[in-house]
């Protein structure tokens, strides 16, 4: 694992989505919290709003209506956020040291100025999670790095009624929640998920990748042909030095007589 | 006999020198990019976000530039004869020290192949650069592939560039003569390129 997080310093979330009420207090709370103003959106018949993560929206509340038996309908909300992934997507692309960090807590944290607004974090992400703001910087959940360092929970965490969102230590909380019987998504894939969560059902019901991975082709770009090529750029040097000294270049200055043999 | 016959026209140069300038604009602006390796080349444009720019703008003159090269020379360099054949079978006498003649007309097979795999890199590297650009805008697989296959494209052309140099620098001597002022030596002519030599100059060599 390239950005090595200490077990015992990993702060995360237990989401336990039956205890969702989908009230939404998490997406009020970072916004208060965050400073950031509302997005404007349009009615299209759910509840769920907005119908996406925006720059200016760091966590919402995913409403899934499921047809279950004939004439039933299940509703389920999901606490949809940035990940916080051990072995981060967004992490191992962005090409401006420091832009995208690692706290000490196992936070996927970024400082805007050192963002260059190439995106490719975009692309990397496992979840599709970070958004680009209006001056073209990366935008998602830090996971309140200014609580955490006073102490304080995240504000959604801070905020929810029903304890859905649990903030803690990563490792007690995924202990408690498995000395409950729960099924949990996100103990190990990735390097481990700042946020776990605790489904109902199978996660492709709540639109989760059932295996998150880093994308194929982003994987085969970092970690294939980025060495391979450097390699292959030094060895392409050495086989033309290697010609040089061994078979030699075509030299011209022949006897001419030689030369006459053309043809 | 004269000593000099003429290569390259004027013209002709020039658009090389601004396909090769552009070229390597886009190697050191995209080097830190390719990996956080090279994140010291960032510091020659003044950071990355003006790299970024650079890039983009030695992109669209190198994409031009080089589709535009290889259109003015297409004829030259799609068509292969029998006595390509024989040099690509016998790789061109380059694997030996042995005295190795072949009867070749303007480019030889590997120099065809180079324009070749340069023009099909060019139009790549163009198509996946411009997704890139606005990841946004595109399905996210569409942008994840083009990065991988803008990496694989650049790393490809670089190797090909270093074979192209070696060989048109110390590997042949009296080649770059034709790219700096336009006349090579006529015995270069003879050795290289002896079928385009008697056509030029309408001697029988």
């Known amino acids: 694992m390239a950005d090595a997080i200490k077990a015992e310093n990993r702060k995360g979330f237990l989401v336990d989505t039956s205890r969702c009420i989908g009230c939404r207090s998490c997406q009020v709370a970072c916004k208060q919290w965050n400073k950031m103003a509302a997005d404007k959106t349009v009615e299209q018949g759910s509840y769920e709003n907005p119908r996406d993560l925006t720059p200016a929206l760091y966590n919402r509340i995913r409403f899934l209506e499921v047809g279950e038996e004939p004439g039933g309908v299940n509703w389920l909300f999901l606490n949809e956020r940035c990940m916080h992934c051990g072995e981060a997507g967004c992490m191992k692309v962005c090409p401006s040291p420091g832009a995208l960090y690692r706290t000490k807590e196992g936070v996927v944290a970024y400082n805007k100025e050192k963002c260059i607004s190439c995106k490719y974090c975009v692309s990397a992400c496992p979840f599709n999670v970070p958004r680009y703001d209006s001056d073209d910087k990366v935008s998602k959940c830090h996971l309140c790095l200014d609580r955490l360092s006073g102490g304080m929970p995240p504000a959604c965490a801070k905020a929810c009624p029903t304890g859905t969102l649990k903030f803690g230590k990563r490792s007690d909380l995924i202990a408690d929640a498995q000395a409950t019987g729960k099924q949990l998504y996100g103990v190990n894939d990735l390097g481990g998920l700042g946020v776990v969560y605790a489904l109902e059902g199978p996660p492709e019901r709540y639109g989760l990748p059932a295996t998150p991975h880093i994308p194929l082709s982003i994987f085969l770009w970092k970690d294939v042909i980025k060495p391979l090529g450097i390699l292959g750029f030094w060895g392409s040097i050495g086989a033309m030095l290697l010609h040089y000294v061994t078979i030699g270049p075509k030299k011209i200055d022949e006897a001419p007589e030689k030369e006459e043999r053309h043809e | ?205």
């Open chain 2, 1 to 205: 006999m004269s000593n000099y016959i003429e290569r390259f026209t004027a013209g002709e140069r020039v658009l090389h020198w601004i396909v090769t300038a552009s070229f390597f604009t886009l190697l050191l602006s995209g080097l830190g990019l390719f990996s956080r390796l090279f994140n010291g080349y960032f510091t020659l444009f003044g950071g990355g976000g003006n790299a970024i720019m650079v890039h983009k703008i030695a992109g669209i003159v190198f994409f031009f530039s080089s589709l535009y090269m290889f259109l003015k020379h297409r004829r030259d360099v799609s068509t292969f004869d029998e006595d390509d054949r024989r040099w690509i079978e016998q790789r061109g006498g380059y694997l030996s020290r042995e005295e190795a003649h072949f009867n070749i007309g303007k480019y030889n097979p590997g120099q065809k192949l180079f324009a070749i795999f340069i023009a099909a890199a060019t139009l790549i590297l163009g198509v996946t650069g411009l997704f890139i650009w606005a990841p946004t805008l595109f399905p996210r697989w569409i942008v994840q592939l083009s990065l991988m296959i803008h990496g694989l494209m650049f790393v490809g052309t670089v190797m090909f560039v270093v074979v192209h140099v070696y060989l048109a620098t110390i590997g042949n001597p009296g080649t770059i003569e034709a790219m700096l002022y336009g006349d090579v030596r006529s015995m270069w002519a003879k050795r290289h390129h002896p079928k385009w030599y008697k056509e030029a100059s309408g001697e029988n060599p």
